[in-house]
């Protein structure tokens, strides 16, 4: 039996995109445990929110993430909207959609690219991002922007696009989507590529389903969810697609999931600009005042299911605002899923959830308790030390 | 006088000076290859399209920090580079690139180059070794663990033109296809142990898809994690050379060769395709004939390996051990047997 070796990685690695920490037990190139931990990069976000007004908050939402910006602001927008009981116009749907696909599209290729790259593939990487700039190219065209598109407002968009705009994007989409088919063949097709993904990182079904994984790495092990079909917003009720999903299990599978999604998104993307209805692009007048409630909405980002949660309390800033993103959901189950690896592919088999650390983190505190010399505080010393605060200070008796 | 020569071929024609320049020139081709594969430019700025670019990383590198870890055994760290640039560079010296014999050429100089190749992977590993830290330790292994692996296969595809060639001399294995006129062809038998050759080549330089030692999304930067500054810039001028050693002595077994004979030699029993694809020739059309060969026979070498980094992902430590013990060293042992067969035909 070797000897079990402590392997830290992270916060800093040149394989983690954003910093996380994890700690691997090796023995020689195995892997027999695994933990990981965030919290680097906690920027108080959802506390930012509530002291901003519904449109303010949008801003800040978008900057949960560069990559789904407009995930974020998406379910944020929808839950508000369920608050306001808003009726949209259908082209806004339509429009907000298509920014959805052409989002998922490039968080893909630059996923591609990511993978590509873990594992020593860097000509795959360096044409998939080539190939990215057309998504790029054309979210500019719609929006002005490349990556924090700021395109959603409460009750629909924000910019119309023009006949010639349609146009232009349609044909800038023929090359990107006979590219991305090549890509898909090679992603699944290349012998030292698909050597590396094949049957690592296996996650089970049953087991996807007990850590809660979603999104692509959920349907790659097999678990049939997607929120576009299964509880559809914007233009998808209106939309013919697929839900891909794979039985492999392992990173090959994430893979097939997400370079088929790659060219279903870039065949929706058309459908949409093709079947673009006449009309509003939004609501022409919203409240800013949103009546006091609370509203989930559930959205289908790239990386899985992004969930917000919004309370109203009838003022117009919320009250709170509380955000799920996917690498939350799929971060233990990757983790899990690298036990029994070896160590070369630690690299890949995080890299297969996709992770964004920066959209997911949570921070914990631990509070100092000098009065009663403890390490740690009790909840119900907190409490007290509030109730005290407040009466002491504000006056206030509970 | 002699002594003089003696130094001035050390430190300048085939030695020193003109190895580290001709491997930086070696470096660019390959970087430059391998950005237009990826549809990149490469280099551009230092020199003419960014030639002098590898030497200004070098050069950069020696004006860095110097950091020794606390951990790390301050003398056995500080040596392991100047060892491994030591013995790629000697190996450099006995490849016939100018004369027909290099100074030093003796009967049996193969071996040697073969040997202290090997150097620089135990000096890789020592040095990963030495740095104490889980990131080296882990690429140190991996070192050992692949030579294990390209070892034998590599040894045994050079080992191929020896036994065709019945010397171990590398200017005699070079000139062999040009001897007789009309022995040419069996550059062509030896092609499965030039594509062995090719590969544990890259093997041995660790390069993707064998870069497992110093893999950077996985263990950072292998054995040289902890290296920086002096003794960094020492070990990338000694893969550079690595690099031209290792594509010049596959270019000298199996391509024929490049060199200018000297005064008086043989030249009769050289047909006209060995003095125009090998290069010997007297005097100053020898001596520009063999330089172009010399250039254009490394670069191609350079350019397989090259395509063979930009068309491949990295493989798993396990794989490559089972690759080149199920796939490599098979062939190459059948490679043997076809060369026996010449040999034994008296075809040869």
Same mark, same amino acid.
Request: glycine share 12%; charged share 20%.
């Given at each position: 039996m070797p000897e079990t070796i402590h392997l830290p990685i992270g916060p800093q690695h040149p394989f983690l995109k954003e910093p996380a920490k994890f700690d691997f037990d090796i023995q020689g190139e195995e892997i027999v445990g695994a933990r990981m931990n965030i919290g680097y990069n906690h920027r108080g976000i959802e506390k930012l929110c509530e002291d901003r007004n519904y449109f303010q908050c949008l801003f800040i939402l978008e900057r949960i993430c560069g990559i789904c910006s407009h995930s974020h602001t998406t379910a944020f927008v929808q839950a508000v909207e369920k608050l306001l009981g808003l009726e949209l116009p259908k082209r806004g749907l339509y429009l907000r959609t298509l920014v959805c696909e052409l989002e998922r599209l490039h968080s893909h290729l630059l996923w591609l690219g990511v993978a590509a790259h873990e594992v020593g593939f860097d000509t795959l990487f360096k044409l998939v991002w080539r190939d990215r700039e057309i998504v790029m190219e054309i979210l500019e065209e719609i929006s002005g922007n490349r990556v924090n598109y700021a395109i959603n407002t409460m009750g629909g968009v924000r910019r119309d696009l023009t006949e010639e705009q349609r146009k232009k994007i349609l044909a800038m989409l023929e090359p990107l989507l006979a590219r991305t088919e090549y890509y898909a063949g090679i992603g699944t097709n290349e012998p030292s590529f698909v050597g590396r993904i094949k049957g690592v990182g296996r996650m089970s079904k049953e087991r996807a389903i007990e850590k809660c994984a979603v999104g692509p790495f959920g349907r790659a092990s097999g &678990? %049939?969810? %997607?929120i576009r079909r299964d509880d559809p917003y914007g233009a998808y009720p209106d939309l013919d697609f697929k839900v891909i999903t794979s039985d492999e299990c392992d990173i090959y599978g994430r893979v097939l999931v997400r370079v088929f999604e790659i060219v279903e998104s870039c065949k929706m993307v058309k459908q949409i600009l093709e079947n673009l209805p006449e009309g509003e692009i939004a609501v022409k007048k919203v409240m800013r005042r949103v009546p006091a409630g609370a509203a989930v909405s559930r959205y289908e980002a790239p990386r899985g299911e992004d969930v917000h949660y919004v309370r109203g309390n009838g003022t117009e800033k919320p009250e709170r605002v509380k955000v799920r993103a996917p690498t939350m959901a799929n971060l233990e189950a990757a983790t899990e899923s690298v036990v029994g690896a070896f160590v070369a592919d630690i690299p890949i088999a995080i890299a297969s959830i996709d992770p964004c650390f920066s959209c997911t983190d949570r921070t914990t505190v631990a509070l100092n308790d000098r009065k009663r010399g403890r390490r740690l505080t009790t909840w119900a010393d907190l409490r007290q030390h509030g109730i005290d605060w407040y009466r002491k200070n504000r006056g206030i008796s509970f | 006088m002699n002594s003089l020569k003696v130094a001035l071929y050390i430190l300048v024609f085939p030695g020193f000076l003109f190895q580290s320049g001709f491997s930086t020139f070696l470096e660019w081709v390959d970087r430059k290859v391998y950005a237009r594969m990826q549809n990149r430019r490469g280099p551009m700025y230092t020199g003419w399209a960014g030639m002098l670019q590898p030497i200004a990383d070098i050069v950069k590198l020696l004006s860095k920090e110097d950091i020794v870890p606390a951990a790390a055994d301050r003398r056995a760290f500080a040596f392991m580079p100047i060892l491994s640039l030591a013995a790629v560079f000697t190996a450099g010296l006995y490849l016939p690139v100018w004369h027909l014999r290099s100074f030093n050429s003796f009967e049996g100089d193969l071996i040697v180059v073969l040997y202290l190749l090997t150097i620089p992977s135990f000096s890789l590993f020592l040095a990963g070794w030495f740095s104490v830290s889980p990131y080296s330790l882990l690429g140190a292994t991996r070192v050992l663990t692949q030579l294990f692996a390209y070892e034998v296969p590599f040894f045994l595809a050079i080992l191929t033109p020896a036994v065709l060639a019945g010397s171990w001399q590398i200017s005699k294995i070079a000139i062999f296809p040009w001897t &007789?006129?009309?022995?040419?062809w069996v550059i062509p038998i030896e092609a499965i142990a030039f594509v062995v050759a090719i590969l544990t080549l890259q093997a041995k330089l660790e390069r993707v898809p064998f870069d497992i030692p110093e893999a950077e999304t996985e263990v950072v930067g292998g054995p040289l994690t902890e290296y920086s500054g002096k003794k960094l810039a020492i070990f990338r001028l000694q893969k550079d050379i690595l690099m031209y050693v290792g594509a010049a002595l596959v270019a000298c077994v199996f391509l024929g060769g490049f060199g200018a004979l000297p005064q008086g030699g043989d030249q009769a029993s050289i047909g006209v395709l060995g003095l125009i694809f090998g290069g010997y020739l007297g005097g100053v059309t020898g001596l520009l004939l063999g330089v172009t060969n010399l250039v254009v026979k490394t670069a191609l070498v350079v350019f397989l390996l090259s395509t063979l980094r930009a068309a491949c992902a990295r493989i798993r430590i396990d794989q490559i051990v089972r690759f080149s013990w199920r796939y490599l060293a098979p062939w190459s042992v059948v490679q043997f047997l076809i060369v026996l067969l010449f040999k034994a035909k008296g075809a040869v």
């Open positions: &678990v %049939d969810m %997607d | &007789v006129a009309g022995h040419w």
